[in-house]
């Protein structure tokens, strides 16, 4: 496997990872700063590279990790995929229902893996909700609510720069759209949508989305890069109500859980401490060897850059 940039994610918890699997061998890091792959190198393995496409042009690099600015992930996946390379890709793949369908298209054209990386849907406290749901714990959905906001960055970080497309939209409001997504399903509409734009950089900081299904049961999502520290979802039913606390960052050692109220009564199911890092790696590789499906895959590629592409058209904001 090969690395197509050196970035905070990467860093920090992709790269651990990738080099720690047994599956995967981390064989090429490409950076067009020389300094930063070598230093990647040396921590993680492999060769430290000079830019991206040198990375593509290895015969023993037989698929790419993709951790680029949103502005750029999806030309390089694009690049990857015509080199015939597996892709994991850093979200957001893109903004653009076309462009989704076309590197989707692309993919299965070229027989390779396209996996956009919503690590959280690798994780069981998720598969957990499902089952509730299915078992009708909490009678007929109603509604869906979901919220990621995180505190301020540094000035220099991406999600300020509109260079790169950065903002809450692509930084962390891709993450509740993918929960209503997985959870009421795709033909979702963006009913109504906000995005506060600041002042000097352009960028939005924050925002709120409406979406519904088309049997009309709401979502009300919300998203922010400088605010208090919140990631959960929470459905509503005709008997009950489901509430994830910890929906999209719990660390590998983290005992998840998940809260059922009904009739006055109040459960608190736990999942065992799970790395949702290693399962997307562990899903890509299965994918791979045997198309083994994915919620990471496929058509929610396509419907997630839709909903995206709603939100920014309903805002108002380019």
Known sequence: MGVLGCADIAWRRMLPV???????????????????????AERFGGEPVAGYDTVLGRPDVDAVYVPLPPALTADWTRRALQADKHVLCEKPLTGSARQASELRDLARARGRALFENYMFLCHPQHQLVDDLLAAGR??????????FTIPAKPADDIRHRRDLDGGALTGVGGYPLRTA???LGPG????????????????????????????????QLGFGVEHAYSCRYELTGSLGRITVPRAYTPPA???AVVHLERGGAHEE????????????????????????????????LVEQARLVEGVRAVARLP
């Open 18 to 40: 990738l080099a720690a699997h047994p599956a995967v061998e981390l064989v090429a890091v490409g950076s067009r700063d020389g300094a930063k792959a070598a230093a990647f």
């Open 138 to 147: 909490i009678g007929r959905l109603r509604s869906l609510s979901a919220e």
């Open 181 to 183: 997504l997985r959870h």
């Open 188 to 219: 979702l509409e963006v009913v109504g949508a906000f995005l506060r734009a600041d002042p000097h950089t352009g960028v939005d900081t924050g925002g709120a989305a409406l979406l519904r299904t088309p049997d009309g049961v709401p979502a």
């Open 253 to 255: 050692d983290h005992t």
């Open 269 to 300: 199911l736990t999942v065992p401490p799970h790395d949702q890092f290693r399962s997307v790696v562990t899903a890509f590789v299965a994918h791979i060897r045997s198309g083994a499906p994915s919620p990471l895959t496929g058509g929610a």
